[in-house]
């Protein structure tokens, strides 16, 4: 096991737990370590017990989950070095609260990667909760990988409104597409109100078109001047946002949605959107807060 010296604010973190899903996760922060040529640093949390008495004994005399959790370590080095051995991997073993520690990290990482499910989980299951958690705290790139989702396409999808929120997703997005030297599709969803359909309100849907497309356009000029060699595809839709993001997850190697929090209780929350993509999309997602 080769232990890293403190954190940095160019490593890739991947967190595991001995599961497949976590494995997963380690050949897609591998794969993304290299394409950005960054130190891959593998994190295992164990969380102090009730009455917060550590769990870590003596260092003499490591107790169970520290031998554990070593164990895990190593096999995520051993996955990541076969994967891809030209990559500086180092692991680090940690006591704290898992969102809460993963959270931080991500304020300081190029990106947290995670798992979909960790140990425990039920087939078919929903998102893990930990992965859900961690999207929703997260000040930073928080990706999440399902199994399954290892065939290369080199289109990435960001979706795309009009809050201005939504420009750290976009300047991810962009930066993985030119990255994988791939394809960027821009997705806007737009649905009519439902008081559209009165037969006495007129609307020019050409006008309407024409004014979504134009979304689009504002929110990705000035990103595709910063990356002109990104070859970016405009996808409009009269659609429910998420349905169009999950349909273009099948054919795409990573969808990218922002997510955003007003407020002390809105903060805590995923937004719907972000949410859903969690929950169905295809491929690997990446939630990007603003």
């Given at each position: ?83 891809q ?15 809460r ?10 990106e ?39 065939q ?17 997703a976009l ?7 030119a ?10 969803a ?83 959107v ?17």
């Open positions: 096991m080769t232990d890293f010296p403190a954190p940095g604010t160019r490593d890739v973190v991947v967190a595991v737990d001995g599961s497949a899903g976590a494995n997963v996760a380690v050949e897609w922060a591998a794969d993304d370590a290299l394409r950005r040529h960054a130190p891959l640093r593998i994190v295992h949390v164990v969380e102090r017990g009730p009455y917060d008495i550590p769990r870590f004994s003596a260092p003499e005399w490591p107790g169970p989950l520290v031998l554990n959790g070593r164990k895990v370590l190593d096999e995520a080095e051993r996955v990541a070095r076969s994967r051995p030209s990559v500086e991997v180092g692991t680090e073993l940690i006591e704290g609260e898992p969102v520690t993963l959270s931080e990290r991500a304020a300081t990482a190029v947290v990667v995670l798992g979909s499910r960790g140990l425990g989980g039920f087939t078919g299951a929903l998102l893990g909760s930990v992965s859900t958690r961690v999207a929703v705290h997260a000040h930073g790139p928080v990706v999440v990988v399902r199994p399954g989702s290892g290369t396409r080199r289109e990435v999808v960001v979706g795309v409104d009009d809050d201005p929120h939504c420009e750290p300047a991810y997005a962009f930066e993985q597409a990255l994988r030297g791939g394809t960027l599709r821009a997705v806007h737009w649905q009519l109100p439902v008081h559209a359909f009165a037969p006495e309100i007129v609307y020019d849907m050409d006008e309407i078109r024409r004014a979504q497309f134009r979304v689009v356009r504002d929110r990705v000029g000035a990103w595709q001047e910063k990356f002109p060699e990104v070859t970016v595809l405009e996808d409009v839709q009269s659609a429910h946002p998420v349905d169009a993001l999950v349909d273009a997850s099948a054919v795409a190697d990573l969808v990218v949605v922002g997510s955003h929090g007003r407020g002390a209780v809105a903060s805590a929350l995923l937004g719907s972000s949410r859903g993509v969690l929950h169905h999309a295809h491929c690997p997602v990446a939630v990007v807060r603003a």
